[in-house]
């Protein structure tokens, strides 16, 4: 056997048990399981010397197709109404919050590191979004509000489609040349609608064909094939892939209520996961998130990381909780939403998988000027370093709401009991 697929079986196979391990530790610790994902990653690189081409001839089928299954189940976990009551909140702290990561990261990127602006803006592009997938198991057992889940959860998916978008088209003018600001802004434009209209339609078509596909044995491995080829099409047109997943998803699963809204005689069956399907889409989502986290701690321990990268990573960490405040602020303005929600709001926003796949997308262009290299070889290690801090923010903060909590309750036993 080839020594290039030994490698090749060894570190699938390494990269599976590691995410076992991550995932019992997660159970015992409560520390997001991608936090081991990572430093396990960055542990065991040193075992397979410099053996990485596998993994990046790999890359760019990956990064496709975890971007299509993080945006199917943001869309599919959507609930239609609270969606609707939370979606012009959500939106604007998405909107404002990743505006102004961009400016933050782009402005420390240009006088610190000394790299240009667009660099420094798809560095901004990258982390400005936040991860519902670590955000809902932080928040499990705490005494907050549905109202703020949901805003956060929206936020995350709404943010997932802007940050993939906006940092897959400022890849496209750094490798192909420069474009300007209209032209950035109508690719965008043109993307999200081309997008949208197809993610739409073929959910509504779609939904017409799950009742009777309901009768045919693993019938829900059709779903992950219609993802990945409305997710091609749209992308083969110059559309945006991920908003078209996102609407598929959001459509599949609130098919009665946009039937009812739309008053369609007969109202579209809802689209309900069995035990299957719920099972494979938990082993296609597990097996995504365990690669690209452990392979980014490889990808990391395979280089050397400069201590000041690190430095500086928790210092944009930081920075970016600090730009998350005034989008906080306006986004809650005229609600019921207090001070101290508004506190954890601002302190949730860990980065997570989108995060990790995209800081990895500049590897899979080979029209990347080679005065590139060095920067984007930076700019993994910093989001490394990035979604460590955001996390460890995000922790400080749940810890913090449970302390608060308990010694409410105490509170309350003590004047009772007196």
């Not at 199917?72 to 979606?87: C, P, S």
């Not at 078509?205 to 091609?232: C, D, K």
């Not at 365990?290 to 990391?300: A, C, D, E, N, S």
């Amino acid at each position: 056997m080839e020594d290039i697929i030994i490698t090749a079986l060894t570190l699938f196979g390494a990269i599976i048990f590691l995410g076992f391990i991550s995932k019992f530790i997660f159970e015992k610790t409560r520390i997001p399981d991608i936090v081991w994902l990572m430093v396990l990653g960055l542990l065991v690189s040193p075992i397979f010397g410099t053996e990485t081409d596998v993994l990046f001839t790999a890359t760019k089928i990956f990064a496709a197709l975890a971007l299509a299954m993080i945006l199917f189940d943001g869309g599919l976990n959507m609930d239609a109404r609270k969606t609707l009551q939370e979606f012009p909140r959500a939106t604007m702290l998405a909107v404002l919050n990743l505006i102004f990561s961009m400016i933050v990261m782009a402005a420390i990127a240009v006088s610190v590191l000394g790299w240009d602006l667009l660099s420094g803006l798809l560095l901004g592009a990258i982390v400005g979004g936040s991860s519902s997938a670590i955000v809902i198991p932080l928040v499990c057992g705490l005494k907050i509000r549905e109202r703020i889940i949901t805003m956060l959860s929206l936020e995350s998916a709404i943010t997932d489609a802007l940050c993939i978008v906006i940092a897959i088209t400022l890849l496209d003018v750094i490798s192909k040349g420069f474009a300007g600001p209209s032209e950035i802004a109508h690719g965008i434009a043109s993307a999200f609608s081309i997008g949208a209209m197809i993610g739409l339609s073929a959910g509504f078509v779609w939904v017409h064909f799950t009742q009777e596909l309901g009768r045919f044995p693993f019938s829900y491995r059709l779903n992950l094939a219609m993802i990945l080829l409305v997710y091609a099409g749209v992308e083969y047109i110059h559309g945006s892939g991920a908003i078209a997943v996102l609407l598929f998803g959001v459509v599949l699963g609130n098919s009665a209520t946009i039937g009812k809204f739309l008053k369609i005689k007969k109202a579209l069956e809802v689209y309900e996961y069995d035990k299957e399907t719920k099972t494979f889409q938990r082993e296609v989502t597990f097996f995504i998130k365990v690669f690209f986290f452990v392979f980014l701690g490889v990808i990391v321990g395979m280089r050397e990381v400069k201590i000041e990268m690190v430095v500086i990573g928790v210092i944009l960490g930081v920075a970016l909780l600090l730009a998350r405040i005034i989008p906080a602020a306006l986004s809650s303005m005229e609600t019921d939403i207090g001070r101290d929600e508004r506190r954890f709001i601002v302190m949730m926003a860990p980065r997570g998988l989108a995060a990790a796949v995209l800081a990895q997308m500049p590897l899979t262009y080979k029209e990347i000027p080679d005065i590139y290299a060095s920067i984007f070889s930076d700019m993994i290690s910093l989001v490394f370093v990035i979604i460590l801090t955001s996390i460890a923010i995000s922790i400080a903060g749940a810890v913090t709401v449970k302390e608060e909590t308990e010694g409410a309750k105490k509170e309350i036993v003590s004047e009772e009991g007196g």
